[in-house]
């Protein structure tokens, strides 16, 4: 990955919408929607070294808000 792709995932992972957006593109690669949560966490400890969310609970409330939201649009 070059630096300008580390960059434009950082500015995208950084906000919970582009998080969800990121996981929701993994989705089709991983088996599990768990083992979709973690390579998008993975990535994001890589890139700012802690964690977004606590556990995956956490992220699927998350995303349960954020897409609620998008569906009243």
Do not use: P, W
Not at 37 to 55: A, I, K, P, Q, T
């Amino acid at each position: 990955m070059t630096c300008e792709e580390k960059l434009a995932l950082a500015r995208k992972l950084n906000t919970a919408e582009g998080f969800v957006d990121e996981y929701q593109k993994r989705l089709y690669d991983h088996a599990r929607n768990l083992d979709a949560y973690y390579s998008v966490e993975n990535d994001y400890y890589d890139l700012f070294g802690r964690h977004r969310y606590s556990c995956y609970q956490s992220f699927h409330t998350i995303l349960r808000r954020i897409l609620k939201r998008n569906r009243t649009r």
